[in-house]
């Protein structure tokens, strides 16, 4: 599982609830789940900002299912 968000326009909601998700991981972390959770100071719920950070959601499944 990956999940990011930013301070920015909608992102800047998301905070509290992601921190609860992770959470909930963290407890989980015994089964072995591969999750990451990222945070991103100025970015905003867009596709500029999602393009910019593309590849690290792509790079970590990469490493994930070794």
């Known amino acids: 599982f990956y999940f ?3 301070s920015a326009t909608l992102d800047s909601f998301y905070a509290p609830y ?3 998700i992770d ?3 963290k407890k989980e972390n ?3 789940i591969a999750y990451l959770s990222r ?3 100025g970015d905003a719920h867009d596709e500029k900002s ?3 950070r593309f590849l ?8 994930a299912e070794e």
């Open 4 to 6: 990011d968000y930013g």
């Open 18 to 20: 992601q921190k609860q």
């Open 23 to 25: 959470r909930l991981f």
């Open 30 to 32: 015994n089964r072995n």
């Open 39 to 41: 945070y991103f100071e």
């Open 50 to 52: 999602w393009a910019l």
């Open 56 to 63: 690290i959601p792509c790079c970590w499944m990469m490493q």
